[in-house]
């Protein structure tokens, strides 16, 4: 089942903050991510599965060059 990274964050009940803390970066990244305007590092991909609980096949990023 697919899922938008932001969808994921909101499944486990985590703020940006908390979600930007278990995964290392800033809160500020985290809001990139869910609003498409930058995409994960490949280094931060295994904390994200982990902490959202999701594989990353089944992560939709919804990056523009506009958002």
Do not use: C
Not at 1 to 10: D, E
Not at 11 to 22: F, G, H, I, V
Not at 40 to 64: C, M, Q, R, W
Request: hydrophobic share 40%.
């Amino acid at each position: 089942m697919k899922i938008t990274i932001k969808a994921a964050r909101v499944n486990k009940n985590l703020s940006q903050k908390e979600a930007a803390s278990l995964i290392g970066v800033s809160k500020d990244t985290i809001g990139a991510w869910d609003r498409g305007k930058s995409m994960p590092n490949a280094k931060y991909i295994p904390a994200i599965e982990k902490v959202y609980g999701v594989s990353y096949k089944d992560l939709i990023f919804l990056h523009t060059k506009d958002a």
